[in-house]
């Protein structure tokens, strides 16, 4: 039987759980594109038997497909349905190419963690795999000065070649730092990092299930909660500036004294000094 704190405990986390599934799910509808289908149909990487042979149906498949996702489209929090023009001028994926693979990195680490059966060692893996993440990240903010480090002492002699290489390497538990060899696109990449997630999230709550609820269970599971949290406000944030600045515009059509009001804030997309890092 389950103590009242270890009740009070596991209430708590399946109201963060409901709420950050709800968050995701709905961050991945507002910020679906809306398709074209003239253009899909046209798109020659739609054969994908290498051959010209079951096109057409392959079109209509993939129409049906885009006509589903355009069904799928919210508006932000009831706001603003979000034009392709804009949100791919915020989330341009040169500009944060470091936040996309980050991004991209911890979706693809979470692949192999969702096969674990076993409801503990799937939590512990989650908390291993944020650890590593969080120390992959700090590490990577001071690659400059460890390089540094790592070439000379003050003395001039070498140090640390092995610990070098063993960070190069990426020799982790369950973080998986390989790079595709091709660039990401940040909006295609959020948008599977929210549903890999929405299913990281439910599969955890099905966990609380057969796991006692303790003190040390509740802050893992609060830590790896967090380190989501901090990464999807991010996004947010930018979106609420998005929104702001498309309601100031059309405000500004209407009231015509106001045309030569300031132009809005530049927003801070720079991943090096966003809160991801910190």
């Not at 079951?54 to 799928?72: D, M, P, V, W």
């Not at 002492?153 to 070649?161: Q, W, Y």
């Not at 990281?200 to 709550?205: C, E, I």
């Amino acid at each position: 039987m389950a103590s009242p704190a270890g009740n009070v405990w596991e209430l708590s986390i399946r109201e963060l759980i409901n709420k950050r599934i709800v968050t995701f799910r709905h961050l991945r509808n507002s910020m679906a594109l809306p398709l074209e289908l003239d253009i899909i149909s046209g798109d020659s990487r739609l054969n994908f038997n290498g051959n010209s042979n079951g096109a057409a149906s392959e079109t209509l498949q993939t129409s049906g497909n885009a006509a589903r996702l355009n069904n799928k489209r919210r508006a932000y929090f009831n706001t603003l349905l979000f034009d392709a023009d804009d949100l791919r001028g915020m989330f341009n994926s040169i500009r944060l190419r470091k936040r996309t693979r980050a991004y991209f990195m911890l979706g693809a680490s979470l692949g192999p963690i969702l096969a674990i059966s076993n409801p503990s060692d799937y939590i512990k893996a989650l908390g291993i795999l944020i650890n590593e993440y969080d120390a992959y990240m700090a590490e990577s903010g001071n690659k400059a000065k460890k390089r540094h480090f790592f070439r000379k002492s003050k003395g001039g002699e070498e140090h640390g070649p092995s610990i070098q290489a063993s960070y190069e390497q990426g020799n982790f538990s369950y973080l998986d730092t390989h790079s595709p060899p091709f660039d990401l696109d940040f909006l295609q990449v959020f948008d599977t990092f929210c549903q890999i997630t929405v299913i990281m999230y439910t599969k955890l709550a099905d966990s609380l299930m057969s796991v006692s609820i303790t003190q040390a269970a509740f802050d893992n599971i609060a830590k790896i909660d967090s380190r989501f949290k901090k990464m999807v406000g991010v996004v947010t944030k930018e979106l609420d500036e998005l929104v702001k600045n498309a309601v100031t515009k059309e405000l500004r059509l209407i009231d015509p004294l106001d045309m030569a009001a300031s132009p809005d804030n530049e927003i801070n997309t720079d991943w090096e000094t966003s809160s991801v890092y910190k």
